[in-house]
């Protein structure tokens, strides 16, 4: 993936684009400790999303000893395209959802310092979808481990447009 990226005609609909993406929003399981979100005011709070692809973890250990960069990489697009997926719950459509902050926590070794790499293809492809809409604040922050040993986790703040 390149450095920069282009964000597909403002014509198309941020649905087409993730369809052209050869992506679609996943179904969100319910759990009964947490919501996936929770909107106050403008606000939408999206919990942490792991790297879930119909109900399954794609994923575990620790990025820079078990995990390779790469596979961190498509990890945290999983988790970006599961944050959509809550974000479109608050808001009922793509078009409507803006991201202001993600945070995004990789489970990684000592001497990884390439955070920021992973959170690169979450923010890529957020932009990608969304366009401008999908351009964020953002923090990558190094964690010594996370739920069910994943090696990357996604929170986001969100608004409706």
Not at 81 to 94: R, S, T, Y
Request: glycine share 8%; proline share 5%.
């Amino acid at each position: 993936m390149s450095q920069f990226v282009t964000p597909a005609a403002n014509t198309d609909s941020a649905s087409d684009r993730l369809q052209a993406l050869g992506l679609a929003l996943p179904e969100l399981r319910d759990n009964p400790y947490y919501v996936h979100h929770r909107t106050v005011g403008p606000s939408i709070y999206i919990s942490g999303q792991l790297p879930y692809k119909d109900g399954w973890l794609l994923g575990q250990g620790t990025v820079g000893r078990d995990v390779e960069l790469e596979t961190a990489r498509s990890l945290a697009r999983h988790a970006a395209l599961n944050c959509l997926a809550a974000a479109v719950q608050a808001v009922g459509d793509l078009d409507r959802v803006r991201i202001v902050q993600m945070l995004v926590f990789v489970a990684s070794a000592p001497d990884f310092g390439e955070q920021s790499q992973v959170a690169n293809a979450a923010s890529e492809l957020l932009i990608e979808v969304l366009g401008e809409n999908g351009r964020h604040a953002r923090t990558a922050i190094g964690v010594a481990g996370l739920p069910l040993n994943t090696p990357v986790e996604i929170q986001m703040v969100c608004t409706a447009v």
